[in-house]
């Protein structure tokens, strides 16, 4: 590790061209596709990351108070289970709020934020040092998995993986089960992985925490386009778009969109081409699913987990799986 505070992964070396690139492919086979999608992860530019953490203090949006309310109530008692000496291996860390009321219960403990963004990382672990000067900040930057793997081979100390804040929920039920057998197969005998869960209940609870009334969620849903007018020359009007959500009882997920009002064709510059939408057309751009306690226990079984523990906050609302990893 550099005195930067993090270890770059060199073959995975990601630059902000690697993103315009990836991004103009995502952008091109969505809107060419029927029905329309464009990936969620484009959402959060520095605009959209900004509009989210809006998003995490409005009244409707309960998730964050919920985590938030277990990792204060239990922090203690997940850091004793996992032991001494510990890797706090952060997956999605964000600007590490959540994540620092772990560590101040993790005295010794070393700090290991993992992303493949080099801008983001630097962010974070100025940010995690200047919270934590007593704890060891060292960042991987590269995939979830690659690092996992690489670090699994280099500690020495026990691992806890942190996948907080609902992130599983952004995965269907299938690729969230080969997710985390991708993590099983990442990590020791013994290790630990803290993972959050939205849980299913009361519906109107659930759309109204996607559809805010200050209309929050909608400017961070259309950032898509947006993004797509400021980086490859777009001519959206996003007056003609609006953002709606909605709970599908059958998947159990919350299904969002972007919906044009009109019918209409808008060129990209970009890409040197132009979309048609129909009225009233839709673009889906997230899933976020909920989950019943049933569900949560079958992945732990049919991914190698063993339970160890499970935080709820007061209502009920939210969960935190504390699992082990077992191995033969």
Request: hydrophobic share 40%.
């Amino acid at each position: 590790m550099s005195n930067e505070g993090y270890t770059r992964l060199d073959r995975h070396a990601h630059t902000a061209a690697d993103d315009l690139r990836q991004f103009t492919l995502d952008v091109l086979h969505g809107l060419s596709e029927k029905p329309k999608r464009l990936p969620s992860r484009w959402i959060y530019d520095e605009h959209g990351s900004r509009l989210f953490n809006d998003i995490c203090e409005l009244q409707e949006y309960y998730p964050t108070r919920c985590e938030a309310e277990i990792l204060h109530a239990h922090a203690r008692d997940i850091v004793a289970a996992a032991g001494a000496p510990l890797d706090v291996i952060d997956l999605g860390a964000g600007d590490g709020r959540k994540s620092s009321i772990l560590l101040e219960a993790a005295s010794g403990a070393r700090y290991v934020p993992i992303d493949i963004s080099e801008s983001a990382m630097q962010e974070l672990v100025a940010a995690m040092r200047q919270r934590h000067p007593g704890i060891e900040v060292s960042g991987i930057i590269g995939e979830y998995f690659d690092a996992l793997n690489w670090l699994s081979t280099r500690s020495g100390r026990r691992s806890l993986v942190l996948f907080l804040g609902s992130n599983i929920g952004n995965f269907s039920k299938v690729q969230a089960r080969v997710f985390l057998r991708q993590l099983w197969e990442a990590l020791n005998p013994g290790d630990l992985v803290l993972i959050g869960w939205d849980l299913k209940k009361d519906i109107d609870l659930l759309i109204d925490a996607y559809n805010d009334a200050k209309g929050v969620t909608a400017k961070f849903n259309t950032n898509l386009l947006a993004r797509i007018n400021r980086e490859l020359g777009g001519e959206f009007n996003l007056e003609q778009f609006r953002h709606y959500a909605t709970y599908d009882v059958y998947s159990g997920a919350i299904e969002s969109y972007i919906v044009s009002m009109v019918r209409q064709t808008v060129a990209v510059k970009g890409l040197r081409t132009s979309f048609d939408f129909d009225e009233w057309e839709p673009i889906h751009t997230e899933y976020s699913y909920k989950y019943l306690q049933a569900d949560i226990d079958a992945l732990a079984a049919a991914t190698g987990f063993a339970g160890v523990a499970q935080y709820h906050d007061s209502r009920r609302w939210f969960t935190d799986s504390l699992w082990k990893v077992v191995k033969d």
